[in-house]
């Protein structure tokens, strides 16, 4: 017999489609379908007045661990920890151990994930072993379920491997993902470099070791016509730089996370190490710059940068913490604040957190079109709750979020019309 799931009296937001209406939304084994095609008598109601209805959540930046690190976090805990923040669908990066620079790891991830839930599509390396000296075998990992290509964690130094990675990834149609650091002036950094390090006694990593890099790829991109898309961008100066490429037609894309619009480096003073990472709270300049980014359109995405850590790595000496902090059950509150301080609106907002992410990746989702996989996410824009870190999903606890206050989450997530996360 059919499933039949009737989302009712929602606010259904959905860019792709230039709509923003209250109104139904039908779903019949697993299909968003048109309500005159159901037998509505015998359909599952959820009453949605006061929500939004919105195309499934993607998360373009995600790190599971799995495999080598599954005491960190699994597919599987990340996939929970997905559903519970609204997220369908995530990107993971390939920075596990062994690294994801080959087919067979690339094809474990995806059987893995198989039946978790989240879809996950896996990031291969740009470098064998992310070494950053010969590249990966691209087609070999696109054809095991690849998006894109990418040695998160570190940049690829060498600048003529970086051109040979963006014209090899082009030609079999994959996106280069860009860790912008130029590491001899980061090395040794922990922090960002400015009043608040030096007060500290703190080695800092300067705006300009992020804005380089981001020259470089944006040159090189102008270079070769590929596709390139800055990841996690931190500061006013690399805003300015991809601005001004997307001005000239350049295939530049960048995201940003939700701690680089709602904390700064003051977050650091008393040597937490929860508000350690790469690349480093910046200024309130750099903060107030990312918030105008996300509205005029300079940033594309929003994604969490989700990287979980044992306590192992963060309850030590500073300097020598992990980078990182976990963000999948916090990113759709913080990012809902810019909402309600009318920085950018509901439409906008879905936008940079699914629409944006599944065309950058060239993945489906991103709509609730009628005959689409009913990948849907029901946020409640009013709910309050305190959010515990002990209490989440991930297997990482690392969050300089932990007991904040905060309005607005994900209600109900649906994967193909399964129920993946239900608080009603």
Known sequence: MSRVIQLKNGRIIDPSQQSDEVADLWIKDGIIVDHRSVDGENAEVFDLAGNWVVPGLIDMHVHLREPGEEYKETIASGCRAAAAGGFTAVACMPNTKPVNDNSSVTRFICEQAASCAARVYPVGAISQESGGERLAEYGEMKAAGAVAVTDDGQPVVDSRLMRRAMEYASSHGLLVMSHAEEISLSRGGCMHEGEVSTRLGLRGIPAAAESIMVYREIALAELTGARVHISHVSTEQALALIGNAKARGIKVTAETAPHYFTLTEQAVLGYDTHAKMNPPLRT???????????????????????????????????????????????????????????????VRLVQLMSCAPAAILGVAGGSLRIGEAADVTVIDPQRRFTFSAEKSHSKGKNTPFDGWKLQGKAVLTLLAGKITHRDL
Do not use: C, M, W, Y
């Open 284 to 346: 309130e300049k750099d903060r107030q710059a990312v918030r105008a980014a996300l509205r005029d359109g300079t940033l594309d995405a929003i994604a969490t940068d989700h990287a979980p850590h044992s306590v192992l790595q963060k309850e030590v000496e500073f300097n020598l913490a992990a980078n990182g902090i976990v963000g999948l059950e916090t990113s759709l509150s913080l990012s809902l604040v810019l909402v309600r301080e009318g920085v950018i609106d509901p």
